[in-house]
């Protein structure tokens, strides 16, 4: 069995990396055709963010990889980012004489 020549998206990753490495790959081996250079997107994602794709390609059935990506690093950032901000959140603790604001 050959390792896919794409790099593969996990949770935690910054989307925008992994879709400039794989625009980069797609260059490398010369991919020029958008069905084909979005199934070859489909196959870098795994776990829940295939299920993402899923239910992204029911809905947009006729798009443009430039659509995909797009999307794909607004709908991981925004999680990343929240996900971000929480973990910050819980460690923040208020002095006795502080206010919220501080």
Known sequence: MSLLPY???TMGMDPN???WVFCKAI???GERNDDDII???CFTLHDAISKWWENFMKAHQ???FEELEVMFCK???NLQMDEKVYMELWVIKQ???EKVEV
Do not use: K, M, S
Request: aromatic fraction near 20%; glycine fraction near 4%; include cysteine.
């Open 62 to 64: 006729v798009c443009r």
């Open 75 to 77: 709908h991981y950032w």
């Open 27 to 29: 260059q490398a081996n």
């Open 7 to 9: 790099p593969v998206y």
């Open 95 to 97: 002095g006795r004489n």
């Open 39 to 41: 199934n070859l997107f």
């Open 17 to 19: 990396d992994h879709v």
